[in-house]
């Protein structure tokens, strides 16, 4: 790994930070969580990152087998970018970083990513809701769709096509971040003709209740008198 820096450290956590470490890695990895994306996808994903910075952690990652590029072929000739199984393992220790991060009290301004967004229903879900919940909901946000299917006492999320889900939900990335930043209402969202949701009227609700889940009742960051963590179902994943 040529350029790669070492903490020179056996523990688990330092050959942990030897490969995901560096500045992005773990971010890129956020962006791939929900499915595979192409590296000019990847990098309107992440403000800030240049294309050869980007290139480098996707080849470091590659090399470390988090990643994995597929190549298309012709006549398309694009690349996608994909968690290998390894890399998919990282999930759950990112989703709770999210949910540590989120007590920050330092907030940086910006707005959330739509990835982001989605993630905090993972970060967020309550499993003792699920039965309330359960069922498979489409979120059409601008060019992209996303899948969520509550069953169990989990939800799944993913990048990609659905098939007849219970209730589907349409509108920008602009919208969204109104009505999750409870800027705007669902209702008042819906009357101005910027989202639109189909399916019957319980799925429609269970819908709406599983996209905002995560940012009802958000709390401030932890007091130094109380060290309680938050709930759980109150937490975003906060990294944009």
Same mark, same amino acid.
């Given at each position: ?14 050959? &942990? ?26 990098? &309107? ?18 090399? %470390? ?12 000739? +694009? ?7 390894? &890399? ?13 991060? *989120? ?12 990835? *982001? ?22 979120? %059409? ?7 969520? !299917? ?28 109104? +009505? ?20 019957? !009227? ?32 109150? +937490?975003?994943?906060? +990294?944009?």
């Amino acid at each position: 790994m040529s350029g790669m820096r070492s903490y020179g450290d056996p523990c688990g956590v330092a050959r &942990g930070l030897d490969i995901i470490g560096e500045r992005w890695a773990l971010l890129v990895v956020r962006d791939l969580l929900l499915g595979p994306r192409r590296f000019n996808d990847l990098l &309107g994903g992440l403000p800030g990152v240049s294309p050869n910075v980007l290139s480098q952690r996707l080849r470091q990652l590659t090399e %470390h087998g988090v990643v994995h590029r597929r190549d298309l072929g012709p006549p398309t000739r +694009v690349h996608l970018y994909e968690l290998t199984e390894w &890399g998919r393992a990282l999930e759950p220790i990112l989703l709770q970083f999210g949910r540590w991060g *989120s007590q920050s009290p330092q907030s940086p301004d910006g707005p959330l990513g739509v990835d *982001s967004l989605l993630l905090s229903i993972k970060a967020a879900f309550d499993p003792a809701r699920a039965p309330e919940l359960a069922g498979s909901y489409a979120f %059409h946000i601008d060019a992209d769709t996303y899948l969520a !299917e509550v069953a169990g006492e989990t939800v799944q999320l993913r990048r990609g096509t659905a098939s007849a889900p219970d209730a589907a939900l349409t509108t920008d990335i602009d919208t969204l971040r109104a +009505v999750c930043g409870q800027e705007m209402t669902v209702g008042e969202a819906v009357e101005s003709g910027a989202l639109r949701l189909s399916g019957d !009227e319980e799925a429609r609700r269970r819908l709406t209740d599983l996209l905002l889940a995560p940012f009802t009742l958000r709390p401030g960051p932890p007091r130094p008198d109380d060290r309680r963590s938050a709930p759980v179902e109150n +937490v975003t994943l906060g +990294v944009g």
